[in-house]
Every structure is written in C-alpha cells, then in structure tokens.
C-alpha cells in the first residue's frame, strides 16, 4: 500500500515537471508584473534578462518601453507634486540590498527626478537603437501598437504594456 502511494506521488511529480509553463513565468510576465506594481527596477532587470537570454528585437523594444515607463511614472508624480512619491521611487530604485537600511541613497526628491530622468533617457535611446538595428519594420509595428496604448491609456499607461505584447 505504501510501496502504491509512493508510486503514485512519483508519478504525479514526474506529470507535473513535464508542464513547466504552469509553474514558471517568462521574465517579460515578470516584468508586466513589476510595472503593474510600479516596480521599475525589478522590470527592467527582467527585461535585460530575457534581452539577454532571447536576443531580439521586440525584447529590446519592451525594454525600452519600460525604460519610457519609468520615466512617465516619474513625470507624473512630479506634475502632481508628489515628492514623497518620487522618493519612494528613489529608493526602489537602489539595489533592494540589506546595506541600503544603513547607507541609504538619500538624494533630494528634486535632483533624483533629474538624474533619474537623464540616466534612463539614454538607456532608452540605446536599447531603441539596437532593436532598430535589429528589424526596423518590427520596432516601427510595435511603436505604433504602444502609442496607440499611451492614447487609450493616457493617465496611467506606465503601469502596464500594450494589450498585443502578450510574447
């Protein structure tokens, strides 16, 4: 009975594993996830993983995407005069590592916005450059598809991707 039981687990594991989509996200699920929870840093860190992992163009459009995102996000606070909430982005934005509670990367909200703003507009120009460099009719296509969700989503598009980029 026992020998059974064991027999039976074993072989519930083994159909398990053989589906591994139902336990595992891609890293641009992932991602999706991060800019729904304004999680910038983690969402572009997903992103360089699957760019770095699955090189193509549409990756590097998403990257740069979120890029655009994080940027748009910062905007908007800042518009609002939502200075703690620019702080707060700050500090998700430091490296989440245990020596951030003691040597905390505290920067006026102000100067951060500025900083923040000029650093992720040149990655956003590389990371568009390569994907361009890549295919240019696809990165034209997916441009086109994220504008059209920046226009129907004009208050809130930065927390979220297009509806077509389910890849």
């Known amino acids: 009975m026992v020998l ?7 072989a519930d594991c083994a159909t398990f594993s053989a ?24 969402a572009i860190e997903a992103c360089q993983q699957e760019v770095t992992e699955h090189p193509s163009a549409a990756n590097y459009v998403y990257l740069t995407y979120v890029y655009h995102a994080l940027d748009a996000y910062l905007a908007a606070l800042a518009q609002a005069d939502r200075w703690v909430g620019v702080e707060q982005l700050v500090r998700s934005l430091s490296s989440g590592r245990p020596d951030d509670l003691i040597d905390s990367p505290d920067v006026l909200a102000r100067i951060a916005k500025e900083l923040i703003h000029d650093s992720v507009t040149k990655q ?16 034209q296509a997916l441009w086109r598809q994220q504008q059209l969700w920046r226009d129907q989503q004009p208050e809130h598009w930065w927390f979220g991707v297009p509806l077509q980029w389910e890849w």
């Open 4 to 10: 059974g039981t064991c027999l039976l687990f074993i």
């Open 124 to 139: 956003a120009d590389v990371a568009a450059a390569m994907a361009t460099r890549l295919d240019k009719p696809r990165v």
């Open 19 to 42: 589906h591994p989509s139902v336990v595992t996200q891609s890293n641009l699920q992932r991602a999706k996830i991060f800019l729904a929870a304004a999680d910038y840093r983690r």
